[in-house]
């Protein structure tokens, strides 16, 4: 398992990092999607483990099994393969608040495609294939959630399979810029490029003329 | 809704068509993802409505609201938006078992950017927003039956986002007559050819070097 040496269950994290831990995130998160009890919440949180990644740090790589299933507490995370001519090809990000897995490995726990890596020094829950099966046994209520995390990615992707096909490069980076301003800041240029499908040496000019 | 005039449930389809109703498909679905009795699976399947759609007939029209959920019985659909030069570009089908919407208009009841079409004559049992909300509250076994399903599109939805980064037309083209090669023979060449981002001469061009 990737960052063993730094993971800790919820409960050993708190008591030797009171003050690191903020579960709020996925509480408020669970929360609004489904009506679950505090007293039951605190004890759906001892299921996630808790890692700290460092900046390019994977904690999925190419042929190995996605094991967990990784939400973004303060960070972020980036999904990405590298293709035929050796180049790393970024196809998903994950920023706070977000879910992230190669879900075909995790689904049916065989090798991944996929490398997943920290894209800032980053702090994930992850949730183990098999621990979140006994979850989902004892607190079904939760099959909701992920139910709705899955549809809005599933929802998410269409929209993104459309933009592909319907806008140019130059139209894509300025849907980005307009949509989420603070993501195209955020995130280093180099990666952007990446996941817009273009050349770093192309964002810089699309960048420039709209400075110009 | 689309398709009211032919709009049943499935208790009254049952009476007026029973040689035609096949529910086996949905049943068996369920039955792979998540254990619920016969005697359940029976009062489920009375929350769906059953609709015939012809080839070719809309059963979301972009501007409107995607009310329901499609699971195809029989046929055929596909998701399809018009882009800016008037031309209808696909970016999803649905064969037999599968599930289709715009999950983005359909979670939030908003107007939807996509056109739903029957590709051939179509069966298709339809589960309503408000409908399929209130199965979830009576049977809430069955969040887990679609969280599963999204997991599988979401999974699915990688896997495309990666080979339309990392395959060429003609590659793309060739991997899914080698894992699809009954869906390749099945769908209308230029239906095919939109899905796969290129033009019906273009495809028709790769096919006649395959063959020569």
Redesign the interface.
Known sequence: MPCNTNALTLAAFFQSNPAKVMTENLRAHINKFTKISEQQLSEILTYFKVIEVSKKENILNEGKICRSNYFVNKGCLR?F?I??KGVE?T??FALENWWLA???S??SQTAS??YIQAVEKSQILTLDFDVQEVL?QNF??M??Y??LV??????A??????T???LSREELYNLFNKRYPEFVQRIPQYLLASFL?FTPEYLSEIRNKKIS
Do not use: V
């Not at 899955?150 to 929802?155: D, E, P, T, V």
């Not at 992707?157 to 459309?162: A, D, G, L, M």
């Open positions: 999904l393969f293709n035929e090809q196809i998903q190669d879900y075909t995790f689904s495609d996929f989902l079904p209520q099959e909701r992920f139910r899955h549809q809005r990615a599933h929802a992707s269409q929209f993104r399979i459309k592909l096909y319907a499908g």
